[in-house]
């Protein structure tokens, strides 16, 4: 009988489905900005995009040459189409153009309020020419009430406050930390318009969800003229991520990440004179939420075949039954003291490279517990004992892999290789675990400790966050990085299967 299942009960389940994303802003026909961008942000971030037009723009990338806002009626018989019969995840809204429209949307956010509302409080174009009337601003006040998060930029802070422009970083950040405050809402600050080699993002988040209050983005500043159109891309593309059930500081890294890109390769496209849009689909369109289950599922494929091997070890076997010889065990755990500790380093690099804090924060985790697991083997089973401490063949070859990855810097083909560390060994711990329970726990196995280390609840569950986050930057990889990945978490799901035989095949055999 296999004791290899189908899906590992580790694996992530199917997500939410592909978020509806609504868009409420203006449009802009040079596709750059308004409505355009945003169905184009929210596709490439893997959101269902609806629109539902609050303006027309006469503009290009040089500039707006009129405005026309349909009557009031319209739009409200709009926003009732879509709610009438559809589910809306998470509603950007962007350009309103005059108090009336403000106040039309804010009613309908009353009735129908969807779980994320992401507001970019949009006032005046890049080019200078305004996008709300002046006495609008005010009207503002109502419909940042309603919303999740608020995305200024400088000047758009300022006015929303009543004081001057801030000069630099730091005043941006104290003047969104007041405008939080005053409308108990999250702000997310955003320094692109101030000057400097860095450009400066921070998310004030009043949710509760994150950290910490305040978490601040970094980024370096492009050399670019295209910025047409990127506080519209960020907020739709923060919009989805919202929607697709990421936490707020992950959706702002994220998404951030993304534009950074899109800012970065925009000169790819070749559109108008002036200050020219970003390139949103500079990594196509990214596979829904949903399809982050299909990536591990597709590497416990993988990871089954070897974890079938593993299972036919005699080393296994005898350590399943208790009938392994101390020698070999020995050797074993030498083996994984001198492993854990480069794990260490690279689940540190992993960490390093991580885009989120989330992430950052359980991999340094990871690279602590590795150290503590490291200290207690020296301490509670090689002390005493007559153990060679030098690195057998098989687990050099696995930590010089490891070490490859870490070296190259691809945070998602880094992990790919650190994962099944954690897969394989909390698979074959719970199901050794499980067949030492069925044989009635004897306490005269010898093993029963090491068993019942593996089998810990705790690290099942690290485990399943290891997955996840692998499967989730799989999701956002190019064509050729799942392959890397794929690689790479198959050379050490194979090396799995080598560390586990090596006692076996280790020469001379006799005393470890
Ligand atoms: N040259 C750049 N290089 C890197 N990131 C940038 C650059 N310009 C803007 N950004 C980023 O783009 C996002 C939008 O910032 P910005 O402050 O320009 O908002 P905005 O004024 O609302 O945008 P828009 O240009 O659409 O009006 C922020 O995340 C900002 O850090
Ligand atoms: C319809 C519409 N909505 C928003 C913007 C702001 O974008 P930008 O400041 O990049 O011009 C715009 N130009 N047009």
Redesign the pocket.
């Known amino acids: 009988m296999t004791r290899v299942p189908a899906a590992s009960s580790l694996q992530p389940v199917p997500g939410k489905p592909r978020p509806r994303v609504l868009s409420i802003a203006g449009s802009d026909p040079s596709g750059g900005?308004g409505i355009q961008a945003d169905l184009k942000s929210i596709a490439a971030n893997g959101g269902y995009g609806l629109a539902v037009i609050t303006a027309l723009t006469a503009q290009n990338t040089r500039g707006v040459t009129g405005v026309h806002v349909p009557p009031v009626e319209f739009l409200t018989r709009q926003l009732e189409a879509i709610s009438a019969d559809v589910t809306v995840d998470a509603v950007k809204i962007g350009m309103l153009g005059n108090a009336e429209v403000i106040g039309a949307v804010a009613d309908w956010l009353g009735a129908h309020r969807p779980a994320v509302v992401v507001l970019?409080p949009v006032m005046v174009a890049?080019s200078g020419d305004r996008l709300l009337d002046a006495d609008a601003e005010a009207a503002l006040g109502r419909l940042m009430a309603l919303a999740d998060v608020v995305t200024p930029?400088?000047p758009e802070l300022a006015a929303l406050l009543g004081e001057a422009v801030a000069a630099d970083w730091e005043s941006a950040l104290e003047q969104g930390k007041r405008l939080a405050a005053e409308h108990g809402v999250s702000v997310l600050v955003?320094?692109?318009?101030l000057d400097g080699d860095i450009?400066w993002?921070a998310l004030v988040d009043l949710s509760g969800a994150s950290a910490s209050d305040v978490t601040v983005f970094e980024?370096p500043?492009?050399d670019?003229v295209n910025?047409?159109?990127?506080?519209?891309s960020?907020s739709s593309a923060l919009a989805t991520l919202l929607g697709a059930g990421l936490v707020p500081t992950e959706a702002v890294g994220a998404a951030?990440a993304w534009?950074?890109e899109a800012?970065a390769t925009s000169s790819e496209l070749a559109v108008g004179a002036g200050h020219g849009p970003v390139n949103h689909f500079h990594h196509g369109v990214l596979p829904s939420a949903r399809d982050v289950a299909g990536y591990a599922a597709d590497l416990w494929t993988t990871a089954a075949g070897d974890l079938e091997r593993i299972y036919e070890l005699p080393f296994i076997a005898a350590l399943g039954d208790g009938s392994l010889e101390e020698a070999d065990f020995a050797y074993y755990l030498a083996q994984d003291a001198l492993y854990l500790n480069t794990y260490s380093r690279v689940l540190a690099a992993a960490s390093s490279l991580a885009p989120t804090e989330a992430e950052q924060a359980f991999w340094a985790k990871g690279a602590r517990e590795c150290l503590d697991v490291e200290a207690e083997l020296h301490r509670s089973w090689l002390v005493g004992r007559e153990v060679s401490m030098v690195q057998g063949p098989e687990t050099k070859q696995y930590v010089d892999h490891l070490l490859a990855r870490a070296g190259e810097g691809d945070y998602a083909v880094l992990v790919a290789a650190i994962l099944p560390c954690y897969w394989l060994y909390a698979e074959v711990g719970a199901v050794l675990f499980r067949e030492f329970e069925q044989a009635g726990a004897p306490d005269s196995h010898q093993y029963a400790m090491w068993l019942r280390s593996y089998s810990d609840p705790a690290f099942a569950e690290a485990t399943r966050q290891a997955i996840a986050y692998t499967a989730e930057a799989a999701r956002r990889s190019t064509p050729a990085q799942w392959t890397a990945m794929q690689e790479a978490f198959a050379h050490s799901s194979r090396f799995e299967v080598d560390f586990f035989d090596a006692p076996s095949r280790r020469v001379p055999r006799g005393r470890a």
Do not use: E, F, Q
Request: net charge positive; hydrophobic share 30%; with cysteine.
């Open positions: 900005a970019d890049s930029n400088v955003k320094g692109g318009h450009s993002d980024a500043r492009v670019t910025t047409h159109g990127t506080g519209c960020l951030k534009l950074l800012i």
